[in-house]
């Protein structure tokens, strides 16, 4: 014998729906105040009585003496051998070195470096034709000085070719009519003997070998305005080995402090902000940037320019690093307190 399926109620349509609840609300306005309460009031309903839980009894710690405190430290897998070969987990995965006074220094006075510069650069344009006004080339060292105040106004790097070009296009030469080899060629005539100026600090490169040997990631932000010129630099004073990135702000147009270029090296390296040690002379650039990112902190008092001791000095109650150096060699020891 088969039964057959109840039927199923259909659902109301939209119009049936809204009846229904008028209805209701009318129905609902007859009721007394008495009865709406014990309809709709919750103190009416019956609450469940509360169960006292037991109260359980306090554990007794586990005693740990000299002899079970050995055990436990034992290997348990002696079958995989002596476990002291694995790698035991580091806290600080890498260092970020800002370059200029921190890991090395100009040995000539940067006036005297870009005015040599701005002469060759000078020449060498008039030699290809172009008419320059007289005294042209301390135009040069103005736009540069223009360029980098910009920059740190803007929080945006303009780079050098760029200060070039409109310096050239105010004289009377547009980009249209300029030819781009002349004015890079120009740029890196401006910079060559500042480029060959700069020095590394007597205890960089045997930091440098010992945190590589460690194991830690290397890497290298610096504000500068021309990024092939600054890979020369780092060329030119064998630093390039050392390094898993030399990073310039002219290549990605942004600086320090931005946290946009410390993400760039944290990604690369698949390494969190605070597994990584920034180490700079800034406190505006570097340690406010290191803060920003979420980083340690390291400043390194080497001998900075004067513009910026007094940067620093204006912001050392608000910028406070999480160590200070005056020695290159003090920061292994940090390094590894930290790890």
Same mark, same amino acid.
Request: glycine share 4%; proline share 8%.
């Given at each position: 014998?088969?039964?057959?399926?109840?039927?199923?109620?259909?659902?109301?349509? %939209?119009?049936?729906?809204?009846?229904?609840?008028?209805?209701?609300?009318?129905?609902?306005?007859?009721?007394?105040? @008495?009865?709406?309460?014990?309809?709709?009031?919750?103190?009416?309903?019956?609450?469940?009585?509360?169960?006292?839980?037991?109260?359980?009894? !306090?554990?007794?710690?586990?005693?740990?003496?000299? @002899? =079970?405190?050995?055990?436990?430290?034992?290997? +348990? +897998?002696?079958?995989?051998?002596?476990?002291t070969w694995l790698p035991s987990p580091r806290l600080v995965q890498g260092i970020i070195f800002d370059f200029?006074?921190?890991? @090395?220094?100009?040995?000539?006075?940067?006036?005297?470096?870009?005015?040599?510069?701005? /002469?060759?650069?000078?020449?060498?344009?008039?030699?290809?034709?172009?008419?320059?006004?007289?005294?042209?080339?301390?135009?040069?060292?103005?736009?540069?000085?223009?360029?980098?105040?910009?920059?740190?106004?803007?929080? !945006?790097?303009?780079?050098?070719?760029?200060?070039?070009? +409109?310096?050239?296009?105010?004289?009377? #030469? %547009?980009?249209?009519?300029?030819?781009?080899?002349?004015?890079?060629?120009?740029?890196?005539?401006?910079?060559?003997?500042?480029? $060959?100026?700069? =020095?590394?600090?007597?205890?960089?490169? %045997?930091?440098?070998?010992?945190? /590589?040997?460690?194991?830690?990631?290397?890497?290298?932000?610096?504000? #500068?305005?021309?990024?092939?010129?600054?890979?020369?630099?780092?060329? #030119?004073?064998?630093?390039?080995?050392?390094?898993?990135?030399?990073?310039? $702000?002219?290549?990605?147009? #942004?600086?320090?402090?931005?946290?946009?270029?410390?993400?760039?090296?944290?990604?690369?390296?698949?390494?969190?902000?605070?597994?990584?040690?920034?180490?700079g002379d800034s406190l505006l650039h570097d340690i406010k940037g290191g803060i920003e990112v979420g980083a340690?902190?390291?400043?390194?008092?080497?001998?900075?320019?004067?513009?910026?001791?007094?940067?620093?000095?204006?912001?050392?109650?608000?910028?406070?690093?999480?160590?200070?150096?005056?020695?290159?060699?003090?920061?292994?020891?940090?390094?590894?307190?930290?790890?």
């Amino acid at each position: 014998m088969t039964m057959d399926k109840p039927p199923t109620m259909e659902p109301l349509t %939209p119009a049936e729906l809204e009846r229904f609840l008028a209805t209701a609300r009318a129905e609902g306005r007859l009721l007394t105040a @008495a009865e709406r309460a014990a309809i709709f009031d919750s103190s009416t309903l019956a609450k469940p009585r509360p169960v006292a839980l037991p109260t359980p009894d !306090e554990m007794e710690a586990a005693p740990l003496d000299a @002899a =079970r405190i050995d055990q436990l430290q034992q290997n +348990f +897998f002696p079958e995989l051998g002596d476990p002291t070969w694995l790698p035991s987990p580091r806290l600080v995965q890498g260092i970020i070195f800002d370059f200029d006074d921190t890991l @090395a220094y100009l040995s000539q006075p940067l006036d005297e470096l870009m005015a040599k510069g701005a /002469q060759t650069a000078d020449a060498y344009m008039r030699s290809t034709g172009m008419a320059l006004p007289p005294d042209f080339w301390p135009n040069i060292i103005e736009a540069r000085r223009f360029a980098q105040e910009k920059s740190e106004q803007e929080k !945006e790097e303009h780079l050098a070719d760029d200060a070039m070009s +409109f310096l050239l296009q105010f004289f009377g #030469y %547009p980009a249209s009519k300029l030819d781009p080899d002349i004015l890079k060629q120009a740029v890196d005539l401006f910079y060559a003997p500042e480029m $060959s100026a700069w =020095r590394l600090h007597p205890k960089v490169l %045997p930091l440098l070998q010992s945190l /590589q040997r460690e194991g830690y990631k290397l890497g290298l932000i610096a504000n #500068y305005n021309c990024d092939r010129v600054f890979q020369r630099i780092v060329d #030119y004073l064998g630093l390039r080995p050392f390094f898993d990135i030399c990073l310039a $702000s002219a290549a990605v147009e #942004y600086r320090k402090p931005d946290e946009k270029i410390f993400n760039i090296v944290l990604e690369r390296w698949g390494a969190l902000p605070y597994e990584v040690i920034v180490v700079g002379d800034s406190l505006l650039h570097d340690i406010k940037g290191g803060i920003e990112v979420g980083a340690l902190t390291v400043q390194a008092c080497l001998g900075s320019p004067a513009q910026v001791s007094q940067d620093n000095a204006l912001v050392a109650e608000q910028i406070v690093p999480d160590a200070t150096i005056d020695d290159l060699s003090q920061l292994p020891a940090l390094i590894a307190a930290w790890a």
